[in-house]
């Protein structure tokens, strides 16, 4: 069974600071990885994805995720965050051998003083 | 990307009372799935709604509280049944295509007095 992990549940940043949410998985064969960010009082939206290829991959607002292997890590990063960046962050995971369920994590709520 | 609408976007209902919630998508999907999204927690699968066959649900919630419905590839609805105040959380439907992320709708959030 595939599961996700996010260890920062609440995150306080002042503007211009960078920003590193970790996300770690578990599963045995190749995954899937997003992140979806929720504003306050909107749907999920997709952030980035990660299918193959190079592994780090550029989202939407400048944020990026080091999707690296041998750790099991695939952590969020924005080099300098903005007050519309406060939102909840879910890292989901989907392993490909299994049945194309998506696992979330239980999410990061961070919050952006201007 | 497909677009996903779902209603009601919210609700107040009574203990005991059913609210069957709608989703409907513009484009024929492979996958749908409902999750649940309680306060400050992160998303838990409820089931995947099959097309023309029984849900799969997952550990924990069974078809008689949370029956499922999916006539064909772009519409499916999750009635939540003889409800407590415990059921009290947002809905959500989201939908995945072959090799595409998945999608999700606004939610309902659905409260239980």
């Not at chain 2, 779902?6 to 996958?31: A, E």
Request: glycine share 8%; aromatic share 12%; with cysteine.
């Amino acid at each position: 069974a595939q599961s996700v992990s996010q260890h920062n549940h609440h995150v306080i940043l002042s503007e211009a600071a960078s920003l590193e949410l970790g996300c770690n998985y578990s599963y045995g064969g190749t995954v899937n990885l997003f992140w979806y960010v929720q504003y306050p009082g909107q749907h999920l939206q997709l952030l980035l994805k990660y299918f193959s290829g190079d592994p780090l991959v550029k989202g939407i607002k400048g944020f990026e995720a080091e999707f690296i292997k041998s750790k099991f890590s695939f952590n969020l990063r924005k080099p300098s965050v903005q007050w519309s960046d406060t939102a909840e962050y879910f890292c989901a995971v989907i392993g490909t051998g299994g049945s194309y369920i998506p696992t979330f994590g239980r999410g990061t709520s961070l919050i952006v003083h201007p | 990307s497909a677009v996903i609408s779902q209603k009601p976007s919210r609700d107040i209902c009574q203990r005991g009372t059913s609210l069957t919630i709608q989703c409907q998508v513009d484009s024929q999907v492979t996958m749908m799935f409902w999750y649940r999204q309680q306060p400050g927690q992160s998303l838990t699968l409820i089931a995947t709604a099959n097309q023309g066959s029984e849900a799969t649900y997952e550990s924990g919630f069974v078809i008689d509280k949370f029956p499922i419905s999916r006539p064909n590839l772009t519409f499916s609805t999750l009635t939540v049944s003889n409800m407590s105040p415990e059921d009290s959380s947002i809905y959500l439907c989201s939908v995945m295509t072959d090799n595409s992320p998945l999608h999700f709708g606004n939610g309902t959030r659905l409260t239980v007095t």
